[in-house]
């Protein structure tokens, strides 16, 4: 269905709010917005996931190359199993996230054929077993769901970041409500996932309130009267 049908015109005509914001997004980053394709196996996604949480991607990315070459150049369950927490600490990441690296290694090595069956389950079961590692949050599950395996129709967790773009994109005066923000994300199906990214796209770019009114940013308004 993905393939033939177009997602971004879909959504804009479920939610016209959100099709404002998608049409700008749209057009800064050249085209739609899709989960690139992962080389990273299921652990190596949810590592990736602790590292990257509350911080740049560029800062990410260097931390899990530095845990890499520490774990003797690839990610492996028990490759990380054999470093202690301050050896982990040396990639440049807290003593939280150290720890909750060595907590994903020890359910990945201690369930092999649970992880095995983890891309062909239901999203709801993946969560379920993932979320049981200390350290392992609804946000760091839908990360995987989303970016490794590729689904289109995860629900995001309704929190403070996504409440605070959807003041922005529904014109609100103070933060929804967590109610407000579910009935939103419930007319978004089959497609949760991508209008999820137009969202955070939308934060990142600092889009405003005047800008989903008129439908383009401020800076493609100043370009549009310069003529360039």
């Not at 190596?44 to 931390?63: D, F, H, M, P």
């Not at 470093?83 to 690296?101: C, D, F, N, R």
């Not at 689904?151 to 403070?160: C, G, K, S, Y």
């Not at 103070?174 to 923000?181: A, G, K």
Request: avoid cysteine.
């Amino acid at each position: 269905m993905s393939d033939t049908i177009d997602i971004e015109r879909y959504l804009a005509k479920r939610d016209p709010d959100l099709g404002r914001a998608i049409g700008i997004v749209r057009a800064s980053k050249g085209g739609p917005l899709r989960p690139p394709p992962s080389k990273d196996n299921a652990f190596q996604a949810l590592v990736r996931a602790v590292i990257y949480q509350r911080t740049s991607e560029s800062s990410g990315a260097t931390v899990y190359a530095h845990l890499k070459k520490i774990a003797k150049g690839k990610l492996k369950p028990a490759n990380v199993l054999s470093l202690t927490e301050p050896q982990i600490q040396k990639a440049g990441m807290s003593g939280s996230k150290a720890a909750y690296v060595l907590n994903v290694a020890r359910w990945f090595d201690a369930n092999p054929a649970t992880a095995k069956k983890l891309r062909s389950m239901p999203d709801e079961k993946v969560i379920d077993e993932l979320t049981t590692i200390q350290g392992i949050g609804l946000w760091s599950v839908n990360v995987l769901l989303v970016f490794n395996f590729g689904r289109l129709d995860v629900a995001p967790a309704p929190d403070a970041v996504i409440r605070g773009v959807a003041s922005i994109i529904y014109g609100l005066r103070s933060l929804p409500s967590v109610e407000f923000v579910e009935k939103k994300i419930d007319t978004w199906r089959p497609y949760r996932s991508i209008a999820t990214m137009y969202l955070y796209q939308t934060g990142k770019l600092k889009l405003t309130k005047a800008d989903i009114r008129r439908g383009r940013s401020a800076l493609d308004e100043a370009g549009l009267r310069s003529g360039t």
